[in-house]
């Protein structure tokens, strides 16, 4: 079992910054990858950005390249989403999941396990 619990969100005015947390408790060695997903008020879930937990590699949406940084503490089995440049259109519900198996990163169906979700809120 892996447990995640996000922290971080907020409320922040257009053009300014905030860091989501995830840490992550339990069987992490069996984690593929760490994602970070959103949700907005009716609109489906989408990937935001994602890293491989051994290796590093990061992965992330083409809506928050150059303005989104996905990374890890591998001695605090935390990951981080550092978010620049905020936009009204990233508001949502972000959720932080673990994969234990190596697939496409950016699926939530390949993610086994979910925190609770933090509410983004960007004020324009």
């Known amino acids: 079992q892996v447990q995640l619990a996000e922290s971080g969100g907020g409320l922040v005015q257009a053009g300014g910054s905030l860091r989501l947390s995830c840490a992550a408790s339990?069987?992490?060695?069996?984690?593929?990858?760490m994602g970070w997903f959103r949700q907005a008020p009716g609109k489906e879930r989408e990937f935001v950005a994602a890293?491989?937990?051994?290796?590093?590699?990061?992965y992330y949406a083409d809506s928050v390249k150059g303005r989104f940084t996905i990374s890890r503490d591998n001695a605090k089995n935390t990951v981080y989403l550092q978010m620049d440049s905020l936009k009204p259109e990233d508001t949502g519900v972000y959720y932080c999941a673990a994969s234990v198996r190596k697939g496409a990163v950016n699926a939530y169906m390949n993610y086994d396990y979910w925190g609770q979700g933090t509410q983004v809120t960007v004020s324009s």
């Open positions: 339990g069987r992490t060695f069996s984690s593929y990858a």
């Open positions: 890293i491989a937990w051994s290796g590093g590699s990061t």
